[in-house]
């Protein structure tokens, strides 16, 4: 169960998250610096206990309307080999020590466990309570086919989101991050192994302001965050599209 150790952080995710998105491309800030509150989002458990695995919905106050971004997080006391480009910052945890904190769209197990998510083998945890699941956090697979593990990922960013090409392979040993998943079936096999397509979404919107003409998805991760007048909304915060050619 996730564990929320009442501390600080220096500097705070915050502060490094004003520095490391302006330099995305899906960032709409303009040039102006960022103005953001934590207004939402979830954890899921490691179950090596190892990573910290955090969904968080941070609104930019800072243009002409407020607008609510998701930046899943990673957080790990050592460097994570070969994701140097995913790297948000380093951060001083008053009980943890030195955190090394990345994109989770970027980090393997964030990755494995949002599929074990969708899959149904994993519970989604409140935010900021220790060992307290998060009912409001809805997700799964509208298909499924056969049980499979986490294999490889590859993830690029756009002007609207992170896409991930994730492989998932027949369970004869352990994934990339050890955990085992329930994948969409491949299209023309029926067999875990093709590359499953999904989109992280980076700008929030409420299910009443998403685009009506949209393809609906084989697999969601649906949640809530804050609007500025203390208003409560739901939207999408990872789709699967499918399966993707190889």
């Known amino acids: 169960m996730a564990v929320i150790h009442r501390t600080t952080m220096a500097p705070t995710k915050l502060e490094l998250l004003g520095s490391w998105l302006p330099t995305r491309p899906w960032y709409r800030g303009g040039g102006s610096v960022p103005e953001l ?27 002409a309307r407020p607008l609510t971004y998701h930046v899943p997080l990673s957080y790990r006391g050592a460097p994570l080999d070969g994701a140097d480009e995913a790297l948000i910052g380093t951060s001083e945890h008053g009980v943890l020590g030195r955190r090394w904190i990345y994109d989770g769209a970027q ?7 949002l599929l074990a998510l969708l899959a ?3 519970e989604p945890q409140a935010q900021s309570v220790s060992d307290t699941p998060d009912p409001s956090v809805v ?3 509208t298909r499924t086919g056969r049980t499979g593990v986490f294999a490889s990922l590859t993830a690029s960013d756009g002007p609207d989101g992170t896409d991930l090409l994730v492989r ?18 491949d299209a023309a096999s029926g067999e875990p192994g093709g590359p499953l397509a999904l989109r992280v979404h980076r700008i929030l919107r409420a299910d009443q302001d998403a685009p ?13 965050w804050n609007l500025p007048d203390g208003t409560t909304v739901r939207g999408r915060y990872v789709v699967v599209s499918g399966t993707a050619a190889a």
């Open 168 to 185: 998932t392979a027949l369970p004869s040993g352990t994934g990339a991050a050890g955990a085992a998943v329930t994948a969409t079936a």
């Open 120 to 122: 149904g083998d994993a």
């Open 37 to 63: 509150s934590r207004t939402g989002g979830f954890r899921l458990d490691d179950p090596r206990g190892e990573v910290g695995i955090e969904f968080m919905a941070v609104t930019d106050a800072s243009g």
């Open 139 to 141: 997700s799964g697979f």
């Open 212 to 224: 009506t003409d949209a393809a609906e998805p084989v697999g969601h991760v649906t949640a809530g």
């Open 107 to 113: 980090d393997p197990v964030v990755v494995a466990r």
